[in-house]
């Protein structure tokens, strides 16, 4: 998930995979993420990968799990069309989180849906606002 979001980094922000990116992550998961560095390192085209503990600031940032990613891309990157992107997904995804809040309130769907359901349904909500939460640092931390 790592190398992909990589990936859609760069497809997004028009940076070029020649070149090669410095990637932090703050690691919040229980994988053991230092025995696959070598192979995402080799795969994204990565400069190095180091593990922090704070959010990197004027990073592109992504959620590959549980895990808080950041590509740092210096003087590779549009500010203002990366605010954009940022709120544009922002917007979509506040409206996908009101779609979630209705299901989840509306009493005869959570009393007929299987358990699984609406399990399902609360994790999209959590795992939602986390993105929502990331984006909106990435927003002010873009300035």
Do not use: H, M, W
Not at 86 to 96: D, H, N, R, V
């Amino acid at each position: 998930q790592i190398i992909s979001e990589v990936r859609n980094i760069r497809n997004s922000k028009g940076v070029s995979p020649k070149v090669a990116l410095p990637l932090a992550i703050n690691q919040q998961s229980d994988i053991n993420l230092a025995q696959y560095i070598d192979i995402i390192t080799k795969i994204a085209n990565l400069e190095g990968v180091t593990f922090v503990s704070e959010k990197v600031a004027g990073a592109a940032s992504f959620l590959a799990g549980k895990d808080e990613c950041y590509v740092t891309l210096e003087n590779n990157i549009d500010a203002d069309a990366e605010r954009e992107r940022i709120a544009k997904e922002l917007e979509y995804l506040k409206g996908f989180l009101v779609s979630v809040d209705k299901k989840l309130s509306n009493e005869r769907f959570v009393q007929n849906a299987k358990p699984e359901i609406v399990e399902n349904e609360k994790s999209k909500k959590a795992d939602t606002e986390a993105k929502i939460k990331i984006l909106e640092e990435s927003l002010i931390a873009l300035g």
